[in-house]
């Protein structure tokens, strides 16, 4: 069964360059495209889309609200959205990941990454690219300092959990985290998910804030 995409940007050249790269992958499919972040809503809500490939920056909604109201909708639970663009602005980075983006990608970004990003969002895996990562630390540099209260948040997970909670704060994918680890991709999945669950984050940015903010990892 393929992944089903919906295309969101204002440009229609860009979107006829992702829906030829898109359609060329045997397990992936464009299903629908937007100009906008209020076409992408109704646009998804007919399609029912598996990824939604979302630019920052487009006229009337934007794609940041876009994803805010699509996070917040229950009849689109389980929609994941892959934000891209051309200028990978920290202002940018962090109000997408806290409008609920599941990842985060310039569109620099090469064609066979894309691709990978798609297929990692569908999976729960999220991709952040280092720019994300950096902007993310950035932003977390000028919140509260530790306390107490966050390091103790970290008690519910194993050595292991803890380990992998400090890759994912570097933007490692499951499958770096794997090698990393000697061991196999869906073990690391399992430990993410695990950590996830145990801290209760709702994606894998909340992974990264939580790792800072408890001084498990620092700037």
Known sequence: MKLRVLLADD???IRAGFRVLIDAAPDLEVVGEA???GEALEVLRRTRADVVLMDVRMPGLDGIEATRRITAD?????VKVLMLTTFEVDEHVVRALHAGASGFLGKGVEPAELLAA??????????LS??????????LRGGPATTAVDAERLNVLTQREREVVALVATGMSNDEIAAKLFVS??????????????????DRAQLVVIAYRSGLVRP
């Not at 229950?74 to 389980?78: I, M, P, Q, T």
């Not at 280092?130 to 932003?139: E, P, Y």
């Open 11 to 13: 440009q229609a050249l």
């Open 35 to 37: 100009g906008d972040g």
């Open 74 to 78: 229950d009849d689109l639970a389980g």
């Open 118 to 127: 798609i297929r990692q969002v569908a999976e729960g895996d999220a991709p």
């Open 130 to 139: 280092a720019l994300a990562i950096q902007a993310l630390v950035r932003n």
């Open 185 to 202: 991709p869906l073990t690391a999945k399992t430990h993410v998910n695990r950590a996830m669950m145990k801290l209760q984050a709702r």
